[in-house]
T-cell receptor, first 112, second 113 residues
C-alpha cells in the first residue's frame, strides 16, 4: 500500500538557520506533491505544490524539491523565524482514486 | 479558514447516538471533502463530493454517511457514534481537479464517551 513518511520527532532549529523537512514515499509515483502548514487547533493551510516534472519550486523563504528517483521531497525554510513554528504536512495525489494521501506531519520549533 | 465554516466546533456525545457535522462554504467550489485527523496519523479521507448529490467513499468511510443537497453545504453523519470516532474532523474544498490545492475549515473536535 502507499505510504508516506515524515519525521515523527519534532525538529528544533535556531532562529535564522535553514530548516529542512523530509517527506518520503513508497509504492507510488505521484504526479505532484503538496506541502501544508498546520498550527495548533487550526486546519492545514496550503503552502506549495510541485509537479513530477519540476525539480524545485520557490516561494519567498520557502523551497521545495521533488526527487522522483529517490521518492523524496525536501521542504526548506531559509532564515527561519519563531513564527515559522508549526506542523508541516506533505500530501501526494492518488491519481487512480482521485484522492490525496497525507503524511502525519513534522513539528518544527524555531528557537529565538 | 476564510470562506469555510464548520459547526459545531466542539461536541461531546455518547456512544450510540447519531451526530451530524456541517460544513458550509462561500467560495462556490465544486469539490468538498471530510477528513479525520488523529495523533500519529495523516489526514484520512472519509468521504468526498464532486458536485451536488455526487459523493463517494474515502479511505475510512465505515460508520459515516454524507449528503450534499446544495453547492455550499456538505454534511457528515455518524449514524451511531462509537468511541473510535473520537477525533478532529476537517472539511476541505477545492475548485478544480479533485487532487488540486485544498482549503480547510477550522475543524470540529468530537468526543464520543
Amino acid at each position: 500500500s502507499q505510504k508516506i513518511e515524515q519525521n515523527s520527532e519534532a525538529l528544533n532549529i535556531q532562529e535564522g538557520k535553514t530548516a529542512t523537512l523530509t517527506c518520503n514515499y513508497t509504492n507510488y509515483s505521484p504526479a505532484y506533491l503538496q506541502w501544508y502548514r498546520q498550527d495548533p487547533g487550526r486546519g492545514p493551510v496550503f503552502l506549495l505544490l510541485i509537479r513530477e516534472n519540476e525539480k524545485e519550486k520557490r516561494k519567498e523563504r520557502l523551497k521545495v524539491t521533488f526527487d522522483t528517483t529517490l521518492k523524496q521531497s525536501l521542504f526548506h525554510i531559509t532564515a527561519s523565524q519563531p513564527a515559522d513554528s508549526a506542523t508541516y504536512l506533505c500530501a501526494l495525489d492518488m491519481d487512480s482514486n482521485y484522492q490525496l494521501i497525507w503524511g502525519a506531519g513534522t513539528k518544527l520549533i524555531i528557537k529565538p | 479558514d476564510a470562506g469555510i465554516t464548520q459547526s459545531p466546533r466542539h461536541k461531546v456525545t455518547e456512544t450510540g447516538t447519531p451526530v451530524t457535522l456541517r460544513c458550509h462554504q462561500t467560495e462556490n467550489h465544486r469539490y468538498m471533502y471530510w477528513y479525520r485527523q488523529d495523533p500519529g496519523h495523516g489526514l484520512r479521507l472519509i468521504h468526498y463530493s464532486y458536485g451536488v448529490k455526487d459523493t463517494d467513499k474515502g479511505e475510512v468511510s465505515d460508520g459515516y454517511s454524507v449528503s450534499r443537497s446544495k453547492t455550499e453545504d456538505f454534511l457528515l453523519t455518524l449514524e451511531s457514534a462509537t468511541s473510535s470516532q473520537t477525533s478532529v474532523y476537517f472539511c476541505a474544498i477545492s475548485d478544480r481537479a479533485i487532487q488540486e490545492t485544498q482549503y480547510f475549515g477550522p475543524g470540529t473536535r468530537l468526543l464520543v464517551l
